[in-house]
């Protein structure tokens, strides 16, 4: 069956799709190239010639290569929070913290390209900062709280909450990022029981 041909130019048109599958090409088009290459290295027509679509269909998602990054990373921050669930909630603190930085260094093996690509745009972007500031925040904030209740109870000694927490999580962020979200990644297992000796050594030296 011949092609559908726009009937003033003659030239092939192209195949119409639903706004919800067009947005969700792009946005994998868009993650395929981070696996492979920095956010500094991302522009419009990287993404888009990865498509079937044309470069003005981006606009109709996207206000700019930034906003993409938003939508790629959203949902990472219920995903990272479940992650930390064991540590966060759990009774067993040591054990827990184990769990969780385990399961951190998991996500981050196979999320870690839009982890990184989030903290570039941050750096560049008002807006892109704001998200990831207020996903740093929500860690702080609930790790601090563990670290409060700990103390109240006397399984870690007595020290500043906040600041700790906010070192950590930070130090977490920034060497997850270095060590999982480049390539060639390194080894998830010392990366994971790096992790683990540090928080170990700030939270119970004993």
Known sequence: ???????????????????????????????????????????????????????????????????LIMKLTERLTSSTYTRSEPWLSGSDLAEDLRATLEGLVELYVTRGHLLRALADAATHDPQAELSYRKMMTTFIEATAERIREAVERGVIEDLD?????????????????????????????????TLLLIWQRVLYPA
């Open 1 to 67: 069956m011949p092609k559908k041909t726009d009937s003033k130019a003659g030239k092939p048109r192209r195949r119409r799709r639903k706004p919800e599958v067009a947005e969700t090409e792009i946005l994998e088009a868009a993650e395929n190239f981070l696996r492979e290459h920095p956010f500094r290295e991302l522009t419009i027509d990287d993404v888009m010639s990865r498509t079937g679509l044309s470069r003005p269909s981006f606009y109709e998602y996207f206000r700019d290569r930034h906003h």
């Open 161 to 193: 909450a906040e600041q700790v927490a906010t070192a950590l999580v930070l130090m977490n962020e920034r060497y997850l990022i270095e060590k999982l979200g480049n390539h060639p990644q390194a080894d998830p297992k010392v990366v994971a029981a």
